[in-house]
């Protein structure tokens, strides 16, 4: 069984559509019940980590604590735990009961600029996250790291999003080389690249996706 953890967020629900668009079985696993997936696509649980994941093939992890756009620059120590609790502990356990139950790949969406070396709390927290789940040893593992994402979002975007994604509009076509990975990504172009990557089509290895480019982590 292929699962799909987070499929209520912005990628999440590309996810969906995605899947779908391929035929392939999946079962998402939520908090609430969403009108877009069937009884036989969804199981609602208030503890996703409880969740006995049977027999799992492919998976694919789109969860995050909800972050105000500041918050990805500096966090109280608040929420701090909170985002730590959601981004670290419970993706790292869900991993760990997937690969228990027989998950063979594994893809995830993580953040552009991941490294737990890094000074900025969230960006650090992502790249101890990536070194743990290399330690696992799927059969293949994707991070994505895609900049700001853009997308129609289930909640009214703040002020500062739309300040981001105004800057974006001008300063994307400045990021070229290496700096062109900052850039806005549409999510949908995430899911499609997922999806894509976790596919026969590519062999078992460890990969990376930033912005529109696929790499192997060497």
Not at 141 to 161: N, S
Request: proline share 1%; net charge positive.
């Amino acid at each position: 069984m292929n699962f799909l953890l987070g499929s209520t967020g912005l990628v999440g629900s590309f996810l969906v559509q995605e899947l779908k668009n391929n035929e392939e079985t999946f079962l998402a696993i939520n908090r609430r019940k969403v009108d877009y997936l069937s009884d036989d696509e969804q199981v609602v649980i208030d503890e996703i980590d409880n969740f006995n994941f049977f027999d799992a093939g492919k998976s694919y992890i789109s969860l995050g604590y909800p972050l105000k756009w500041n918050e990805l620059i500096f966090m109280k120590k608040e929420t701090k735990k909170l985002f730590y609790e959601v981004d670290f502990e419970l993706i790292l356990n869900l991993a760990k009961k997937l690969k228990q139950n027989g998950c063979h790949t594994l893809a995830i969406v993580s953040a552009v600029g991941a490294n737990k070396s890094s000074n900025n709390y969230y960006l650090s927290i992502k790249g101890k996250l990536e070194e743990e789940l290399l330690r696992m040893g799927f059969s293949k593992l994707i991070f994505a790291r895609p900049g700001h994402l853009l997308g129609k979002r289930e909640k009214q975007k703040d002020f500062g999003t739309h300040l981001i994604e105004l800057f974006g509009k001008i300063s994307d076509p400045f990021l070229i080389g290496k700096l062109k990975k900052f850039r806005n990504i549409q999510a949908k172009m995430v899911a499609e690249l997922l999806i894509k990557v976790s596919s026969e089509e590519y062999k078992d290895d460890t990969y990376i996706i930033e912005f529109n480019k696929i790499k192997k982590l060497t």
